[in-house]
């Protein structure tokens, strides 16, 4: 059966990559995405959304924008420095514009709406800031149950890359982090930068992917500004997909290996802010010093089989065959 999945997401490069990855794959039923402010505002982050998956022949797949803040305090800071001023190297503007209208709903109703209708559990694949989904949750209590998972782009186990604790997604918002990852409404995975910082991809990958049709062409060269940022973050000629690892974690479980682990969001104003602290003392040595209030375990991503993700990455993106009369677009 596909996985019925929605992306909440916060165009950046690596997201552009991560809704490809979903819009292509016939293994997925995607019902809709949704955005959020994060790598750059809410109103860029919506329109590339739009127009990767008009990129991908995706016009099926309803958009709705969310939220254009942190739930509390004020977004501490962009990451154009990353991913160009637009949120694609300063190339949205070179993707198919939608032909399909934003929808009229907030992306909160629209999950709701999405969940409700849903036969089935559905998959949510946050990887931005949470504030859209803190507040799904928090609004929305008896749709918890329509969740099958919340797979997470985001954490640290060791450094950030925001700050020398926290990773961008979290520290975006601590506050809806806590909420999502605490609240124990949802089975929650967390894949954090840790792992894919480990799933980075070099240039021979990028360039396989530029030559392997329109598709892979159009990604590859939204990727300039990131590819520099990360020259010097890697120290090597490459880049990290963080958003697709998590992507392809929630289209086939078990993708990733995972641990079940206590995680607790550090909301703050010191300089461990938006850090996640994951408990990984023995299991023993945990329960016998445990809180009333302690964090409740979620799935948190530790491994995976490195060249066999970036290889399944890199088949998902390539379009290389062509069926006469369909569209090239939407050929994988």
Not at 158 to 165: I, K, M, V
Request: aromatic share 4%.
């Amino acid at each position: 059966m596909p996985t019925k999945l929605i992306i909440d997401t916060d165009p950046g490069v690596d997201d552009a990559f991560a809704i490809a990855l979903a819009a292509l794959a016939d293994d997925v039923e995607l019902l809709g995405v949704t955005s959020v402010y994060g790598n750059v505002p809410l109103s860029a982050t919506t329109i590339n959304a739009r127009r990767v998956l008009a990129l991908c022949g995706r016009h099926d797949v309803p958009v709705a924008a969310g939220a254009e803040r942190p739930l509390v305090h004020r977004h501490p800071n962009e990451a154009r420095y990353v991913h160009g001023a637009d949120g694609l190297s300063g190339r949205s503007h070179a993707l198919p514009e939608p032909t399909r209208d934003l929808d009229e709903r907030d992306a909160v109703t629209l999950l709701a709406d999405l969940l409700d209708a849903a036969d089935e559990p559905v998959t949510i694949a946050p990887i931005g800031p949470l504030t859209n989904i803190a507040t799904l949750l928090a609004a929305h209590p008896r749709l918890a149950g329509k969740i099958a998972r919340i797979v997470i782009m985001g954490g640290a186990l060791g450094h950030g890359n925001s700050t020398a604790a926290a990773e961008f997604n979290i520290w975006s918002d601590p506050e809806a982090a806590h909420r999502v990852l605490a609240g124990g409404q949802a089975p929650c995975v967390l894949v954090p930068m840790d792992l894919t910082y480990r799933c980075a991809v070099d240039a021979v990958w990028m360039t396989e992917l530029a030559g392997s049709g329109p598709i892979g062409a159009a990604l590859d060269a939204l990727t300039p500004d990131y590819r520099e940022h990360y020259r010097g973050a890697l120290g090597w000629d490459g880049m990290v997909l963080h958003d697709a690892v998590a992507v392809a974690e929630a289209i086939r479980p078990g993708t990733l290996q995972t641990e079940r682990l206590p995680v607790q969001v550090e909301c703050g104003f010191g300089p461990g802010r938006g850090a996640t602290h994951a408990d990984r003392r023995l299991p023993a040595l945990r329960a016998s010093s445990a809180e009333p209030d302690a964090a409740p375990e979620i799935d948190v991503a530790v491994d995976t089989d490195l060249d066999g993700l970036r290889a399944q990455l890199l088949s998902a993106l390539r379009v290389n065959s062509r069926v006469p009369g369909e569209d090239p677009l939407r050929t994988l």
